[in-house]
């Protein structure tokens, strides 16, 4: 099984345009999670969504957006980027119903803000 | 404030025994997590504790103290593979995962 996949692997973005990172599970896991980390920093929690329809905002949700049509996808989108948006981007998947609902990490997005 | 504490970098050699301490403040326990990073790849799961004590995975073992604040992750036989980041996580009240900025462990041979 894929797991998680993320798109694109990395981008090079110029400030003040949009982009959608994209997010796809295949595990039918209910619980989604958008993630940035930086160096020195631990992973910080952006939005997240515990079942398809519902989302809700993290530690740094401001300059994101997300959505959750279905159980499947997860796109975050940056509406006007800025620099200190630089930073790699996790994506995870979690079954809330498991015994540990321990999260599964998509490969990241490497996103560079000029 | 919620805070996880890690030593940031740890040097150690291969075949010996290292341990990975965590300490930490959160609004809530719902069980503590510790993942492994290589650079530039995903973090995979290592290990959970919810309850006191030590839990063992082979060359890995994990032991928390919930009235401490403190864990810590003990890898044994250390290869060089090992070579990575730890990360230590807590989930809160909210069920949400609140991180540690991870510990490089950098194994000589």
């Known amino acids: 099984t894929a797991g998680i996949t993320q798109a694109p692997t990395s981008q090079i973005l110029a400030a003040g345009r949009s982009m959608t990172l994209r997010c796809t599970q295949d595990?039918?896991?209910?619980?989604m999670y958008w993630y940035r980390q930086d160096l020195g920093l631990g992973l910080r929690l952006i939005h997240y969504?515990?079942?398809?329809?519902?989302?809700g905002k993290g530690e740094v949700p401001d300059g994101y957006s997300v959505s959750r049509a279905n159980t499947d996808d997860f796109p975050l989108t940056l509406a006007s980027a800025v620099p200190s948006q630089t930073s790699v981007y996790f994506c995870?998947?979690?079954?809330?119903?498991?015994?540990?609902?321990?999260?599964?990490f998509g490969p990241g997005t490497r996103l560079t803000v000029l | 404030g919620q805070n996880i504490d890690q030593p940031t970098e740890m040097t150690a050699t291969e075949g010996a025994i290292v341990q990975i301490n965590c300490t930490y403040q959160?609004?809530?326990?719902?069980?503590l997590f510790w993942y492994q990073q290589h650079a530039g790849e995903a973090p995979t799961f290592l290990s959970y504790n919810v309850l006191d004590g030590l839990e063992e995975k082979g060359r890995f073992s994990s032991f928390l103290s919930r009235s401490k604040g403190y864990s810590y992750l003990l890898l044994k036989e250390l290869q060089m593979k090992d070579s990575a980041s730890y990360l230590c996580?807590?989930?809160?009240?909210?069920?949400?995962?609140?991180w540690g900025a991870g510990t490089k462990l950098i194994i000589k041979p």
């Open positions: 969504s515990n079942t398809a329809g519902t989302t």
């Open positions: 595990m039918r896991h209910n619980a």
């Open positions: 959160t609004s809530g326990f719902n069980g």
């Open positions: 996580a807590v989930r809160d009240s909210n069920y949400q995962l609140i």
């Open positions: 995870a998947s979690s079954d809330r119903g498991g015994d540990y609902n321990e999260q599964f």
